[in-house]
Each structure stands twice: as C-alpha cells, then as structure tokens.
C-alpha cells in the first residue's frame, strides 16, 4: 500500500518521506528521501558498524551501509543523521555530501530527528536543492537539541539560524 502511495504522490510531484527504524518496515521503494540515524542505518543495511567514530568523509563501512539502503529502498535522497559529525546525504547518483553538525549546546536529542525530516522536507517542497535542504534541516536541528524536551522550532527561530555565518 505504501509504494502505491509513493508512486500516486510521484505524480503529482509530492516528496514522501520516511525515519524507518530497523525491523520496522520492510523498504519502501521510491520515496523522495529516507532519514536514518548511523546505528539504524547500518542495522537497516545489515553491515557491522567497525568504525562508529571514524570521519564520514572517508568511511568505507558508512559509505558501503549506504550503497546497501540505496539499493534496497530505492529512495532519491538517503539522509543519515551522524549526531556530533553532522549528516551525511547520499544519492543514488552517487553524489554525496557531508553536511558538518551546527549544534553548539545539547541539552536533549529528542525530536531532533523529526525535525530534520520536516525541515528537509519542507526546504525541498520550497525548491531548494538536496544539499541545501540538508544545511536548512541541520540548522533546525541544532535550535531543537539546544532545547529540554521535545520542542518545535519557530519560524523565527530558523531565520535567526540560517542567517548565522559559519562559525
């Protein structure tokens, strides 16, 4: 049923979206984007995680994990959020991109995930391209970890981030 969903919003050019957990759901071809954390994606891909801490600009085990999710689910976008190394963004284009982690203060993680799922979302139904939209969900990321609890982050409030230089 959800793969005739994604192919009905495809289109009419609607973005789908999808945080699937491991075990959760079996792939879901076709969506514009999935949006994993490290440990679920290399669970989801069933690869051993042998370099948790290593820089993912030249991972092999993150980049194999990622070639494996690509193939699987099929989606446009792979985003796979790396806690204090940031997000990486891989496409089945074979581009990929390390966006660097913005938060400055953490002070609780949860709803940071969802968050960058909306604001990726929303940023890319707006027009913005991949990378942007990963830079965007990033920057609101950061202003909900700063916060106790889950918390949403005012327009505002985004504007404020995005309007930071690079520090």
Sequence with gaps: MLEEIVAEARKYNVATALDPKPGGIDPVRGLTFIKPNRNEAFAMA???????????????ALRNAAEVLLEQWQPDHLLISLAAQGMGLFRRDRKEEIIPTR?????DVSGAGDTVTAAYTLALASGADPVTAADIANRAASVVVAKVGTAPIAFSELCDVCEQEDA
């Design 103 to 107: 938060a400055r203060e953490v002070f």
């Design 46 to 60: 069933n690869v051993q995680d042998r370099t948790p801490g290593a820089d993912p600009r030249t991972d092999p």
